[in-house]
């Protein structure tokens, strides 16, 4: 009998042990699945995060482009413009060549006064008259 007690508070304590590691390794499980969905929240944290840098990446891509293209757009019509104004010098200092030779030279400044008005694209403002004799 006196083995039967034995056996019988070897098995008792070998349930007992049985039972601690089964509460172990449950509040061990709890642990774990509380830590993987703390992963699975920062995971969708970090996801749309990348979502909203993505979206602002394009958006600024989009506008980076958008300015080049009319950036451009101004500096080939800024480069038509010269080329303008280039040959409407041109045609100025034919007219005021061709003038010079029918007009006496005080007469001059005046006759190209009326004939037109010439803007300097550097400071915007109109070239006096004078200025157009001076230089031609």
């Given at each position: 009998m006196s083995e039967l007690n034995n056996k019988l508070d070897v098995t008792q304590r070998e349930l007992n042990d049985v039972s601690a590691q089964k509460n172990s390794a449950q509040s061990e499980l709890t642990d774990v699945s509380r830590q993987l969905e703390d992963a699975e929240n920062e995971l969708g944290q970090v996801t749309r995060a990348k979502q909203a840098l993505t979206k602002k990446l394009d958006e600024t891509k989009s506008s980076a482009d958008n300015e080049a293209q009319a950036k451009s757009k101004l500096s080939a019509e800024l480069r038509n413009a010269q080329e303008d104004l280039d040959k409407l010098r041109d045609q100025l200092e034919e007219e005021v060549s061709v003038l010079s030779n029918y007009c006496c030279p005080?007469?001059?400044?005046?006759?190209?006064?009326f004939h037109c008005t010439i803007i300097d694209f550097a400071s915007s403002q109109p070239v006096r008259s004078a200025q157009l004799v001076k230089n031609y």
């Open positions: 005080p007469c001059l400044p005046i006759i190209v006064t």
